[in-house]
């Protein structure tokens, strides 16, 4: 199976997310959903990590990740899947 596949089997706790290339969330992140990228093991979704978008660059996305660790700023090319969870 393909990563976008076994997204979609995934099995979620709390609700089932909207499942959208990084563009269309950056298209939508004026709202107040919550944006997840996806950490990868081969095609396998292996974990996520939350982020807000602080801009557009030459082939994708800035975004900044908050964790325990503190924060980082990542890029994400613009066909790469994320997770939106609605607040």
Known sequence: ????ENLR???WLNS???IVP????YEASHTANHFYMVLWWKNE???FSR????G???GGYEIKITDERGEYIKALE????VLIFAQ
């Open 1 to 4: 199976m393909g990563k976008l």
């Open 78 to 81: 613009s066909d790469e899947w």
């Open 51 to 54: 982020f807000e978008f602080t």
């Open 45 to 47: 979704p292996a974990g």
């Open 16 to 18: 089932q997310p909207s």
């Open 9 to 11: 089997n995934t099995t």
């Open 22 to 25: 990084v563009a269309a969330a």
């Open 56 to 58: 557009v660059i030459s």
